[in-house]
């Protein structure tokens, strides 16, 4: 498969090197595309002692913009036919790409979603982002006529084409239900498979907000009547 790995950086100077590192572990990587969305911290430093990889290209942001925005920029960016989008604070794990590329590979589906509730390899923490995160998966189902266990997840393995046909706004946090919304309005084949999932404390960087929420239902909404 020829896939791109688009991991969209803000501020995370501490982990950058790592999931590079694990990415290219794995060796399913034909790609590595880091989309720098502003940020001050010294991960632009890091970013351009990795200037000589060849698997590595990297794309600034002038300024910071949104995780959506900065996941859009990758999509358009991209060479590879496939993509997925990982996150740069080790809370997904790259050696789950195999079990993400499988159902593609055999014929399965278009996209696959990897789902933190089916069972897999978790840190149990957040109580409250995992009752925020089941409320907008059913909110989901329900305007979508789907069962998806997971639609905020940040796993989403996908045909770069599809992607690109379709209009994308999203510029923050707002893009995984956006871009789950259009999956489901164009009949888009999805597939879910288990995975690990380490979330990080607040105290430990991670950004995403309760107010993030409410965005999502709107967005929800929104795109089961506009495009």
Not at 124 to 136: D, G
Not at 183 to 206: Q, W
């Amino acid at each position: 498969m020829n896939l791109t790995v688009i991991i969209p950086v803000y501020n995370e100077a501490r982990t950058i090197a790592e999931i590079v590192r694990r990415v290219k572990a794995v060796g399913a990587a034909a790609e590595i595309l880091i989309v720098d969305d502003g940020s001050s911290d010294g991960t632009r430093d890091i970013l351009q002692s990795m200037a000589g990889d060849p698997l590595i290209r990297v794309v600034l942001h002038e300024r910071n913009q949104g995780k959506g925005a900065a996941v859009r920029t990758g999509i358009q960016a991209a060479r590879g036919d496939f993509c997925i989008v990982q996150d740069a604070d080790l809370e997904y794990d790259p050696r789950d790409y195999p079990a993400l590329i499988q159902p593609i590979e055999e014929g399965l589906a278009d996209v696959v979603f990897g789902s933190r509730f089916l069972g897999g390899a978790r840190r149990p923490i957040l109580f409250w982002n995992m009752v925020a995160n089941k409320i907008l998966t059913l909110i989901t189902n329900i305007l979508y006529n789907n069962i998806l266990t997971d639609m905020e997840t940040g796993y989403k393995l996908f045909r770069r084409d599809i992607a690109l046909g379709m209009p994308l706004h999203a510029r923050g946090f707002e893009f995984e239900p956006e871009f789950t919304a259009k999956l489901m309005k164009r009949h888009v084949r999805i597939y879910e498979v288990p995975i690990r999932f380490t979330p990080r404390e607040y105290s430990e960087g991670k950004k995403i907000k309760m107010k993030d929420a409410f965005v999502a239902v709107w967005s929800l909404f929104k795109y089961r009547f506009v495009d």
